[in-house]
């Protein structure tokens, strides 16, 4: 099924510094446009952000700042991004709280006009969220089969949640997975030493950003080093 248009829609993506839209600096833009004819066009362009980009910035997506440093400034490319734009609608996945404002400051500092006004907006990651729900309702009603009457309440949301785990170990005391070597396991078991072990054991910080492996090495759990021993990465940017 391919998508109604009647005015071309731009589907982009920005990485950048950071996630503070009137302070971080774009570092790299792509763009997918796509036509009412059904043509597309394609623009993707590296962006030297001016200012230092942070190791857990340049974790995430793998640019650093050797990789930008002859790369062309925003302002130096601003004028091309727009005409490339031209009042296509706007679409991408967390762009009205993230992308869109990053894009607009950077056309901004750059004094380049981007008008807003007449263009459509659509973010996928909202349509996901609201057919999609990640929440103690959504997985009340997938485990147990039942409304969570008093969401948000601390006792009817501690009750669903205990609910909730009986019924996870129950549904999955049977289902295999296989590990990194091929072997199959049963990562569900009715045992809270299991249970914590599948969790919680290998965090080292509580954002589970870092974890130790199962060689008991600490490696990263995000980005384009994923898997990667921290102290190997640390070594080679230095």
Known sequence: MQLNLKNSIAFF???????NVSTDRIVEIS????????????YTRRVNPGVPIPLEASLIYGLY???LKNEPYFKDLAQEIFQFLGMSDLAGFNVLKYDIPLLVEEFLRAEV???MKNRKLVDAQRIFHMMEPRNLTAAYRFYCDKELVGAHGAEADVLATLEVLNAQVKRYANTT??????KEYFPIQNDINKLHELTASNSID??????????KVAVFNFGKHIGRPILEVLKSDQ
């Open 177 to 182: 997975l296989k590990d990194t070597e091929g």
């Open 206 to 215: 509580f954002a589970n950003r870092m974890v130790y492996n199962k060689d």
């Open 65 to 67: 700042d050797k990789d």
């Open 31 to 42: 763009i997918v446009k796509l036509n009412p004819d059904g043509g597309q066009q394609i």
């Open 13 to 19: 993506d920005l990485e950048a510094t950071g996630t």
């Open 113 to 115: 006009d981007f008008d």
